[in-house]
Every structure is written in structure tokens, then in C-alpha cells.
């Protein structure tokens, strides 16, 4: 307990924290279904499938300076989980875009990221099969305030993970809001000390519990090839995409924890960590055990051409 605050105020306080700081000036505005409301009014039935069955598929797009990055590539991703689950697309792609700047907007977002997720939406009653023709998919958007979300500290020292054994569904290319097991992953992590888990399935690593994994060796870039055993990070396309284009060699293939162990350097890619650098896993140093010359490099390369291309 803090001295002089009451439970109110505490409260308040975590509030606060949990929303960039934002929470107890400022209530934020929230999209539900083509309505802009106040957080605390927004509302979503009991019987959406979104609740009852995961049945639903999200998007993080990060904001720098008020712009979207990436959106179109989060865009392309959201409507290709939607069409892998036989789930109707909404909006227009204007739509999309008109909401997330309707949002940055209302809510003066600085930096931060606009979370979007549709669902199949609420049939009436619980059941199995995938409701009539014509059920309306729910689509909810809200902010995230991260003031100085591209100066992270963290990005100075690097996290520090475990390996954990990858025990998700074989699905996970689609981006569903089943989060339960990268949610106990990260519990994980935290509950011995350390900032994230790269999940291992048949011996190699497949990609931490919200992130893209790599290493570097010998100069090339080394992370697993596109398939159903991973999201295909849209901030990994634009990081590999940034890599060729400076001539860096890159290696689509898996590895193991042991041979990232012996790396010269380790990394993770995600929409709204960009490029941070890994310096430990398993208690084993990465190279010097300080974040490498190619993270820091992609880094910078990565934020640089983002904003230029944001939106
Ligand atoms: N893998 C997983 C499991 C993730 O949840 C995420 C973040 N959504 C990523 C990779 C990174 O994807 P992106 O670069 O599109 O954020």
C-alpha cells in the first residue's frame, strides 16, 4: 500500500497505468460497431462468439507521430484470417482506415497503437456450428497510449527470455484472440524474471509469445520460413524486406535454442516492439551479452522508413 492513498485512489492509479498514463484525465473514446462511444459505454453481448469461443480475429497497428504504421500490411493480414475461418469482412478497406484515423483522432493519440478485432458475432444462443448467413461480426477498435513508444529504454539493453515448449494450436497463422497459452508463456517469463518466451516445437524454436524470433550468425539474418506454425509478422516482411535492401544476407530457416545460444546476436520483431534485441536465453549470454551492431542497425532502419511510409 501506498502512504496517503486510499483504495479509490489506488485503483485510479492502476487504471491509469494500464492506459499510458491517460486513464484518470482523460476517459477514452472506443469504436463498436460503427459507433465512436466512451469506454465506458461500450458494450458487447454475452453470447458473441468473439467471448464464448475465441471466435475472433484481431489486428495491432502501432501509431508514431499520430500516422499509422504499416496499416495496409495489417490490413492484408486482417482479411486473410478472416477468409481462413469462413468469417464475413465487415468493412470496406476506406472503412478500416476512416475508424483507426477516427480513433487517433478522438483521442489525441500521440504514440501508441489502435487494437481492432472482429468477431462472428452474437447468434442469440451458444452453439457449435457457426451461426446463419447474416449474423452481424462484431468490430470493436480501441487506443493504447504508449507515450515515447519508439525511444523504449529496453532497446538499450535488450530483453531477456526463456524457451518454453510451444503448445498453441497448429493454426497459427491465423490471428485468432485464442492468447490463453502465449498468455501463460509470458507468466512464465515473468515468474522467473525475465521479459519474454520463445516457444520450441520438434526441437526448434518457432517464435516468442507475441513476436518473431532471429538470430545472427556469421553476419546473416536467421529466422523460420513462412508456414502454419507462425504468424507471419508483418513487421518481419518490412524488416526483411529493409535487410535486403542493405545488402544483409538473410536465411529463412528454422533453429534450435542451442544454436541461438551460440549466436553472435538474437532478436525479436513485432507492430509494436518494432526491433527489440534478445542478449539472453536461458540464462545464456547471446555474443557479448549487449545488443548487437545488425538489431540496433535494423532498428533504426525499421522506425526510420516506417515513419516515412506511415499513414
Ligand atoms: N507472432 C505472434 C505469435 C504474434 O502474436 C505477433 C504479434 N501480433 C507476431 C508474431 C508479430 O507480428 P506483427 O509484426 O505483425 O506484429
Not at 494500464?18 to 459505454?41: F, K, S
Not at 501509431?63 to 486482417?78: A, I, P, Q, T
Not at 518457432?206 to 532471429?214: D, F, H, I, L, Q
Amino acid at each position: 500500500m501506498v502512504a496517503g492513498l486510499d483504495d479509490a485512489a489506488l485503483w485510479a492509479q492502476d487504471h491509469a497505468d494500464a492506459r499510458g498514463n491517460q486513464g484518470d484525465i482523460m476517459t477514452r473514446t472506443v469504436y463498436v460497431n460503427g459507433d465512436y462511444l466512451p469506454e465506458d459505454q461500450a458494450t458487447v453481448s454475452i453470447f458473441d462468439r468473439g467471448f464464448l469461443m475465441a471466435d475472433g480475429v484481431y489486428e495491432v497497428v502501432s501509431v508514431l507521430d499520430g500516422k499509422l504504421l504499416d496499416f495496409e500490411g495489417h490490413l492484408v493480414r486482417l482479411k486473410r484470417s478472416l477468409n481462413e475461418l469462413a468469417m464475413d469482412n465487415p468493412l470496406s478497406d476506406d472503412d478500416y482506415l476512416a475508424a483507426f484515423r477516427g480513433l487517433v483522432e478522438r483521442n489525441a493519440l500521440a504514440d501508441g497503437l489502435v487494437y481492432l478485432q472482429v468477431t462472428r458475432g452474437n447468434p442469440g444462443d451458444r452453439d457449435f456450428a457457426y451461426p446463419a448467413a447474416g449474423t452481424r461480426p462484431t468490430v470493436v477498435m480501441f487506443t493504447q497510449a504508449k507515450p515515447g513508444l519508439a525511444d523504449n529504454p529496453a532497446a538499450q539493453t535488450g530483453w531477456r527470455v526463456i524457451s518454453i515448449e510451444d503448445q498453441r494450436w497448429s493454426r497459427r497463422d491465423i490471428k485468432t484472440v485464442q492468447l490463453l497459452y502465449p498468455s501463460m508463456a509470458k507468466m512464465e517469463a515473468k515468474a522467473q524474471g525475465v521479459d519474454d518466451a520463445w516457444m520450441v516445437e520438434d526441437g526448434v524454436v518457432t517464435e516468442g509469445t507475441s513476436n518473431n524470433a532471429y538470430i545472427v550468425r556469421n553476419g546473416a539474418i536467421v529466422t523460420r520460413a513462412l508456414s502454419n506454425d507462425i504468424l507471419h509478422g508483418i513487421t518481419r516482411a518490412a524488416v526483411l524486406r529493409f535487410a535486403a535492401e542493405a545488402q544483409m544476407q538473410v536465411e529463412e530457416r528454422s533453429f534450435t535454442i542451442a544454436e541461438a545460444q551460440a549466436a553472435d546476436e538474437a532478436f525479436i520483431t513485432s507492430a509494436s516492439a518494432f526491433v527489440m534485441p534478445v542478449v539472453e536465453i536461458d540464462g545464456a549470454a547471446i555474443g557479448t551479452g549487449q545488443v548487437g551492431p545488425v538489431a540496433r542497425r535494423l532498428r533504426e532502419i525499421y522506425l526510420e522508413e516506417s515513419r516515412k511510409a506511415a499513414i
